[in-house]
């Protein structure tokens, strides 16, 4: 069950922090793609470096790399889509009562 739940939140918080990084600066907006491709990178070799560490247990410097960063953005990506979800709800209910 893990093996299935962890990649699909994982793609969900990159979610979260491509769609805040879009809109917050301009370079990320005019490279969109190279972003995504990045992510997309960063979720592989994660991926693929803890099937590997399961099933060979071999620990691979590049498998702490990208631990380390992809834990690192995805911890920061739960207050940046709490936030912008709050201010989303605000600025409908601003709407709303307007």
Do not use: C, N
Request: aromatic share 12%; hydrophobic share 60%; charged share 15%.
């Amino acid at each position: 069950m893990f093996y299935y739940v962890f990649p699909v939140i994982t793609l969900a918080l990159q979610w979260v922090l491509y769609r805040w990084a879009v809109d917050t600066f301009p370079w990320v907006a005019r490279h969109k793609r190279a972003v995504v491709v990045g992510l997309v990178v960063l979720f592989v070799f994660d991926l693929v470096g803890r099937r590997a560490e399961i099933h060979y247990h071999v620990t691979l410097g590049l498998r702490t790399v990208t631990t380390a960063v992809m834990m690192t953005l995805l911890l920061a990506a739960v207050p940046i889509g709490l936030m912008r979800a709050v201010a989303a709800l605000g600025a409908r209910l601003r709407r709303g009562s307007a």
